[in-house]
Every structure is written in structure tokens, then in C-alpha cells.
């Protein structure tokens, strides 16, 4: 996940409905009181259980009215799904499986283009109508050498990695005075102090925020703007404490953008120990405290890079769409497991779990893969571009990682969303009916909320994934099985929703 904006106004829908008097109330996994799975489920018309068939009739009076024999029947889905999920998961293998073909997998990367293929098979072997890639023209930014440290007596080493998008240094790096501020506001008061100098933004993620991609909205202007606004001042580059919650020794990437009018400067981030160390060094020098930065990224000309995209065509109404989908592309310091190899192989799973389960749709099911999510969102504008007319019922993105689903995000103001919420009752079962209206969908399928497409965004337990996030840490080994597939079952479940109702 990526863009500042759908975060904020998710993170701010996020104050929400997520309490555990919402959720569970009678609900549970679906495990038997002996603390055996159930059975597997082959087909939705399966009875479904107790629990869940209580859920549904509490919300429902007279039970035999048609709207309630349609809520019994889409619970009955959701339990199948969830069922088959829970007890022959392939989502962890999806991602296994797409890390192994492409663990690197920038855009305009030969790692990318792996991926694709990876993708485009795995989707044709489960089964999938239609598969087929869709071109994008996709920036090309290339990482080089990337060292720093502090001059002192003794060097000492930071943890540093360039933000998507920088200028390199010039050759044989800079080395200049650090001036440390943690806010644009205090940068501008300092005015002609930062000029020729290292500008250190040290702002911490606010750690009180309950949900972490609030903190993340909070803080993640200084790495997207830092260098503008740092350029502005006549500074020579800008460093960026880490967007983690943690203090470790893992610096992490992420995009960051230049203003045509303002000279372009280098950006690298820190790993938040060492962001520590320095703000020490800066509290107890006497002297001014130097650092030397070398950074060997390029920008390069766009190449050419696709979408992937695969169908279950709907039964009744095959023209009539709804996306389901997250991105293909990841930064390039870790595997991109959660961010977004998770939303991927959910997509995947959930067109598989469909499947398994028997199910047709009514509406047409479409996973998109997209590229370049995370340094230009050229995928989601192109898929709009080729698709946007077309009609779209909703869209959903997966791009929160692969931890516990809670429930969704959606575009809808709270007051026009209410029978969307009602869709959401039978995921009450597995404790993720918590429903954000008026937040945001996701960045990728953005340009297609601004058509008033109703668009949902998967919402997780937050609490680690700035731990991993942009950084070498985002290795499939910090992925949970269950709480992958728990992620899938809801997309899938959701999608089917959408598309029958
Ligand atoms: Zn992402």
C-alpha cells in the first residue's frame, strides 16, 4: 500500500466499527465443540451450521420472507467458502510459489516480468475462463550502491536504503552538516539554516494510534515530500527516518516524489535505530554533526509490463463486473510477502476457492494483478483506461497484508451504505463483518472509485505490518498460513456478494 491519501481517509474511516461487541458475537472458527474441523464442504448447498444459521435468523424476521431465504443462502456460501479455505488452503502456496518465480519484482524489473508469468499460469491452472495480460508502460527505477555514515572520530555506519525515485549523489557521494526537524513547519522556520546541508527528518510514526496505517499517514509525508521540501530550503539531500513502527536495523524503502520547479535532490531513509543514534549525536555534539551519503539509483527510460487478468464469467449477467484484485509489483528489499504478495495470492486463492466450492456467480468475477502500485499506480490508471466504461458493479483490493482479516473498507458514505453492510452479516461467523463506509478502496482500483464505483478495501490486524513493510523483513516466513486464507476466504465471499446481489 502506497498512497498517502486512500490511507488517511481509510485510517480515519478505521475509528469505526471494529469493537468486539461487532463482531463474534455468537460466531466462532468452524471448529467442532469436540476441537475437530468440520467436514469439508464441496458445494454451498451443504447445510450450513447451527451458528450459522442463527446469525442469519437474527438478523431476519419473518424467516421465510425471499430477502431472508437470499441471506440464508449467500451465509450457506460464505460458510462453504470459509470451510474450504480453513482446510485446504493453497494461499500460502500461491505465495511461496510466486516469491520462489520472482522475489524481486520492481516494475520495469526482469523480476516483474517473472512475476506475470508466474501469475498468468498459475491463474490458467486453476481453472480460471479467461486469462490474458493487459499492457502497461511502467517507469523504470534501478537501485545501485547505497552507503552512509556519520563522520565522526570513528565512522559510523547508518542503515540506509534509497526512496524509490531518487537522484543518485553525485559520484563518490556528498558529505555534509545534518540538520534534524520533524516537521515541514520547522524546516520553513529555519529558512537559509539548511541550505548546503543534510536535512534529517525524524518524526516518528505516532505510536498511541490504535490502527497503524493511521500513524503511517501521520508520518509518511516527510518520505513522499521530504525532498521537495527540503530542496526548497537549498538543502543538498534529504534522510528520512524509517516509516516502522518498530526501532530496528532494517531500513525501509518507499516512493517518494520530485516537483519539476524544485531541484531534485537525493533521499534515502534510515533505519530507525540509527535515526536514534543520530538525533544522540546531534543532542551531544558540540560540533556540527557531518554524514557522508552515497547513493547509486538512476532513473531509466519506461518499458513495457502488463496487468494480468483472469475471469469466472457470471451466469447470468457475463458483462457486468466486479475487480477483485491487488499488485503485482513490490519493492525490491525484501520478497514483498505481505506488501502485496499476500493481496496476490489471495486474489489467486479466492478465484481457486470459487471454484472448488461449485460456485457461478451471477456477475462476472475479474482478478487483476496490477503493476506499479508502489512507484506510479500506472496499472490501476491503465485498467481503467481499457476498462472503465465497461460495467463495473464494485471492486475490491487486497493490499494490507496477509495478517487477520477484520473486514472491509468501502467508498459508499455511511448513510447509501446499508445494504452493503447487510452483505457483510454472514462474515460475522469468522469475526470479519467490521465495515469502514466512506473510507477508502485501495490505490489501485482508485481511478475507478472516482467513476462512483463502490469499492472495498480489505481491512487487517495492522499491529505488525509496518514491522515488514517496504523492508527486508517482508519475507513469506512473516505470513501466517491461517490468517492468509482467512484473507482469501473474505475476498472470495465478498466478491461472490457482489456479484449475486
Ligand atoms: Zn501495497
Known amino acids: 500500500m502506497k498512497t498517502v491519501t486512500a490511507v488517511v481517509v481509510l485510517a480515519l474511516a478505521l475509528s469505526f466499527s471494529c469493537s468486539a461487541s461487532q463482531v463474534g458475537r455468537d460466531g466462532g472458527d468452524p471448529v467442532q465443540a469436540d476441537g475437530r474441523h468440520r467436514p469439508a464442504v464441496a ?87 479467461e486469462v490474458r495480460t493487459e499492457p502497461v508502460l511502467v517507469p523504470c527505477w534501478v537501485r545501485g550502491e547505497e552507503t552512509a555514515s556519520i563522520l565522526s572520530a570513528e565512522h559510523v555506519a547508518l542503515r540506509v536504503t534509497a526512496l524509490g525515485g531518487s537522484v543518485p549523489t553525485i559520484a563518490g557521494g556528498l558529505e555534509a552538516e545534518v540538520m534534524m526537524v520533524k516537521s515541514f513547519e520547522q524546516l520553513r522556520e529555519l529558512g537559509d539554516a539548511a541550505r548546503g546541508k543534510i536535512v534529517f527528518f525524524n518524526r516518528a510514526m505516532p505510536r498511541a494510534f490504535l490502527r497503524t496505517f493511521q500513524a503511517y499517514g501521520d508520518a509518511v509525508p516527510q518520505r513522499s515530500n521530504g525532498a521537495v521540501e527540503a530542496a526548497k530550503v537549498g538543502a543538498l539531500a534529504a534522510i528520512v527516518r524509517s516509516m516502522t513502527t518498530s526501532i530496528d536495523g532494517h531500513p525501509h524503502t518507499g516512493a517518494m516524489r520530485y516537483d519539476d520547479a524544485v531541484a531534485k535532490i537525493p533521499a534515502a531513509a534510515i533505519a530507525t535505530a540509527d535515526a536514534e543514534l543520530l538525533a544522540r549525536k546531534l543532542a551531544e555534539s558540540t560540533s556540527p554533526v557531518m554524514v557522508r551519503l552515497v547513493l547509486g539509483c538512476r532513473n531509466q527510460p519506461d518499458v513495457n509490463a502488463s496487468n494480468v487478468v483472469a475471469e469466472i464469467r457470471g451466469s447470468e449477467l457475463p458483462d457486468e463486473v466486479v475487480v477483485l484484485g491487488g499488485h503485482l509489483d513490490a519493492w525490491d ?49 491503465a485498467y481503467d483506461a481499457a476498462h472503465g466504461s465497461e460495467r ?9 497484508g496477509g495478517a487477520t482479516p477484520f473486514g472491509f473498507s468501502c467508498t459508499i458514505a455511511r448513510e447509501a451504505a446499508g445494504p452493503y453492510r447487510d452483505l457483510l452479516a454472514p462474515l460475522a461467523a469468522y469475526h470479519c463483518d467490521a465495515f469502514a463506509p466512506g473510507g477508502g478502496g ?60
Request: charge should be negative; aromatic fraction near 4%.
Open 43 to 129: 458445494a454451498p448447498q451443504v447445510p450450513h451450521s447451527v451458528r450459522a444459521k442463527s446469525l442469519v435468523l437474527e438478523r431476519s424476521s419473518p424467516a421465510t420472507s425471499a430477502m431472508d431465504i437470499a441471506a440464508s443462502a449467500q451465509a450457506s456460501k460464505c460458510e462453504a467458502i470459509f470451510t474450504r479455505a480453513l482446510e485446504d488452503s493453497r494461499a500460502i502456496v500461491h505465495l511461496r510459489d510466486l516469491v520462489a518465480a520472482a522475489p524481486k519484482r520492481l516494475s520495469g524489473s526482469k523480476g516483474y516480468e517473472d512475476a506475470v508469468a508466474f501469475a498468468t499460469q498459475r491463474l490458467r491452472d486453476i481453472g480460471c475462463d
Open 333 to 381: 528489499l525484501g520478497e514483498g510477502a505481505h506488501d502485496d504478495g499476500a493481496g496476490c495470492a489471495q486474489t489467486i486463492e479466492a478465484m481457486r476457492l470459487l471454484m472448488a466450492c461449485g460456485i457461478r456467480p451471477r456477475r462476472t468475477i475479474r482478478a487483476v494483478l496490477f503493476a506499479n502500485e508502489e512507484n506510479g499506480l500506472r496499472g490501476g490508471i
Open 392 to 400: 463495473h458493479v464494485a471492486a475490491i483490493e487486497t493490499d494490507s
Open 442 to 501: 485501495g490505490a489501485d482500483i482508485g481511478p475507478l472509485a472516482a467513476r462512483g464505483v463502490p469499492c472495498f478495501g480489505l481491512v487487517t490486524d495492522s499491529q505488525r505490518y509496518f514491522d515488514y513493510h517496504h523492508s527486508a523483513l517482508d519475507v513469506v516466513s512473516s505470513v501466517n498460513e491461517r490468517e492468509l486464507a482467512l484473507g482469501a476466504a473474505a475476498v472470495a465471499y465478498l466478491a461472490l456478494a457482489l456479484a449475486d446481489q
